[in-house]
Structures are given as structure tokens and as C-alpha cells.
């Protein structure tokens, strides 16, 4: 058993990398491509917690979760970037706060 | 201290992981923060593989570093993007960013300190292989149908990506309905004032 590896070591290494994120959120919050990709490290952040809670709790059924959530993901990326490059052709931007058509 | 190898190699790539987040986040190009999510999401795959999850490793590398992330570098060089018009406040909100980093962080690893639940330290090692029980869980009762729903979901993200993006061939032969429908007469119609000639034989009259 190592010392170093467990359940609240790797826990604490999903919340960081969860923080992580949030704050590249807020700090890029004009690139839409930055957001999508914080939103990317999320979901890994989240991943590595029930990778983790798998292997010490000893269940499967943690890892077939994260399956799903790579396919939700890897549909969300695919949408997402679409709306971006049609989001492009049409403003010719992608600065979120110049989108802002709905506004009257 | 004297570690094993185990958590030796846990440790730098943790850290590691931790370095690529913090520059997805920091860097000044989006083709450079492409690359070190690119990075994030080799380093998360060696944990897992540390964490005795084989196959979902393999999956982030092919699925994640071999088509999410080809799709993002495409997609960000395809796009001619003034960086600096999009880096404007990064300074201005780093104080915030900062701030909020080392409190979600902070509320996060203090309320799943081990007194909240029961740690089994025992690891686990699973009688099966990974591959095996991942396919043994997914295809029976209950998980078949979330399965296929799987595929159904990403048959529709497939079509709603061709939908938007798709322009068509230039030459095509197809009817622009709007088009049609805002041409005016004058679009259309052209008098041309033509002088009449006279007939053959006869005198012009004017």
C-alpha cells in the first residue's frame, strides 16, 4: 500500500485540476475556443475522481460511468466546435462578448 | 523519505497534469493551449494507467488526444482569431481567477478529507482483467440500453455537425427559394427602347 496513493490524494488532484477550470472560465471569458477547452479539463478532472473511486472502492461501474462521459464529451466538443466555425463565418469573431444579437 | 517507484511516478505526473492544466489556461495562443490540453490529457491517461484503469486510458488517448484534440487544432487554426483582442482582461481578472482557484480548491479537498467517508486502504485488485469487466458490466442487463443510447447520441452529434457546417458544392443546381421570392420586376424585366425601321419599299415615315 503506498503512502502516497489513495483515495483523498487523488480526490484532492481531481478538485484541483476541477478548479483549475473554473478559473480559466473566468479569466479567459472572451475566447470561446478557451472555454470549450476549460470545459474539457473539467470533465477530465471529473473523470480522474471516478477513476479514482473505482480502483479503491473496488467497483466497475465507476469506469463504465466515465465511458459515458467520454461519449457525451466527445459529442460536445464535435457540436460545439461546429457552432463555433458557423458562430465564425457569420460575425467573423469569436469574442463572446460581441455576441449580443439577441439584445435589440 | 524514501518513495517506491509507484508513487514516485505518481507524483510527477500529477504534477505534471497539474503544470499542462495551469497552461491551457495561462498560454497566450490557443494553438499552444491546444497542445498542452493535448499534454494534460497524456499525463491524466498515465495516472489511470497507474490507477489500474487500462482501458479507459487507452480510450482517452485514441478517442481524446486522437479526434477531440485533432478537431480542436483544426478548428483553432482554421479560425483567424486577434489574440489580443481576446486576451484583454486577463490581467484585470487574475486577482479574481486566482482567488477563486484557491477556494474552490481549498472547500473541495477539505470537505473529502478521509473523517467524511470510510476509506477502504486496501486496494482492490480485480479478478478479471480490465477490458474484461468493463465488457462483462457494460453489455448486460442494465447497461446495454444506456449503451446504445450511447450510439444513438453520437449518431445525432455526427448529423448536427454535418447540418451546421455543410455548405454544399458552389455549382449545385438547386432552387434558392428566398431568392426567388425577393426578385422584383425590375430584377427580371428590361425595356429596351428599339427604333422601328421601315419596310422594304417604302418611304420612313418620320
Redesign the interface.
Known amino acids: 500500500m503506498s503512502p502516497v496513493v489513495n483515495l483523498p490524494s487523488c480526490l484532492a488532484l481531481g478538485a484541483l485540476v476541477f478548479s483549475i477550470g473554473i478559473a480559466g472560465i473566468m479569466l479567459n471569458r472572451k475566447n470561446l475556443i478557451l472555454l470549450l477547452m476549460c470545459i474539457e479539463l473539467m470533465l477530465l478532472a471529473v473523470n480522474i475522481n471516478f477513476i479514482a473511486i473505482s480502483h479503491f472502492l473496488g467497483s466497475i461501474y465507476e469506469q463504465i460511468f466515465v465511458f459515458f462521459i467520454l461519449t457525451v464529451a466527445a459529442a460536445e466538443a464535435a457540436i460545439g466546435l461546429a457552432i463555433l466555425v458557423v458562430l465564425f463565418r457569420a460575425k467573423h469573431t469569436i469574442n463572446v462578448q460581441k455576441l449580443d444579437d439577441l439584445k435589440g | 523519505m524514501f518513495?517506491?517507484p509507484?508513487?514516485l511516478l505518481?507524483?510527477v505526473f500529477?504534477a505534471l497534469?497539474?503544470f499542462a492544466?495551469?497552461m491551457?489556461?495561462?498560454s497566450r495562443n490557443?494553438v499552444t493551449?491546444?497542445l498542452y490540453?493535448v499534454y494534460?490529457?497524456f499525463n491524466?491517461a498515465i495516472?489511470?494507467m497507474?490507477?489500474?484503469?487500462e482501458?479507459?486510458s487507452l480510450?482517452?488517448i485514441f478517442?481524446?488526444v486522437g479526434?477531440?484534440m485533432t478537431?480542436?487544432l483544426f478548428?483553432?487554426m482554421?479560425?483567424n482569431?486577434?489574440v489580443a483582442?481576446?486576451?484583454?482582461?486577463?490581467v484585470r481578472?487574475?486577482p479574481?481567477?486566482?482567488l477563486?482557484?484557491a477556494l474552490?480548491?481549498g472547500i473541495?479537498?477539505v470537505a473529502?478529507?478521509?473523517l467524511h467517508y470510510v476509506?477502504?486502504?486496501?486496494?482492490?485488485l480485480?479478478q478479471a482483467n480490465?477490458i474484461h469487466?468493463?465488457g462483462?458490466?457494460?453489455f448486460d442487463r442494465q447497461?446495454v440500453y444506456?449503451f446504445e443510447l450511447?450510439g444513438v447520441?453520437?449518431l445525432?452529434?455526427?448529423l448536427?455537425?454535418i447540418m451546421?457546417?455543410h455548405r454544399g458544392r458552389p455549382s449545385r443546381k438547386v432552387q434558392d427559394i428566398n431568392a426567388q421570392l425577393a426578385a422584383s420586376k425590375a430584377d427580371r424585366l428590361t425595356i429596351v427602347n428599339i427604333p422601328s425601321k421601315a419596310a422594304p419599299g417604302e418611304e420612313p415615315s418620320v
Do not use: H, K
Not at chain 2, 85 to 90: A, E, N, S
Open positions: 518513495l517506491e509507484y508513487s505518481f507524483i500529477a497534469l497539474v492544466a495551469v491551457v489556461v495561462c490557443p493551449s491546444a490540453l494534460a490529457f491524466a495516472l489511470w497507474l490507477l489500474y484503469a482501458f479507459l480510450v482517452l478517442v481524446y479526434a477531440v478537431l480542436f478548428v483553432v482554421m479560425l482569431i486577434d483582442v481576446l486576451r484583454q482582461g486577463f481578472y487574475l479574481l481567477g486566482v477563486v482557484l474552490m480548491a473541495m479537498i473529502i478529507r478521509p476509506t477502504s486502504n486496501s486496494v482492490s480485480m480490465n469487466s468493463i462483462i458490466a457494460l447497461m444506456p450511447a447520441l453520437l445525432a452529434a455526427i448536427s455537425a451546421l457546417t
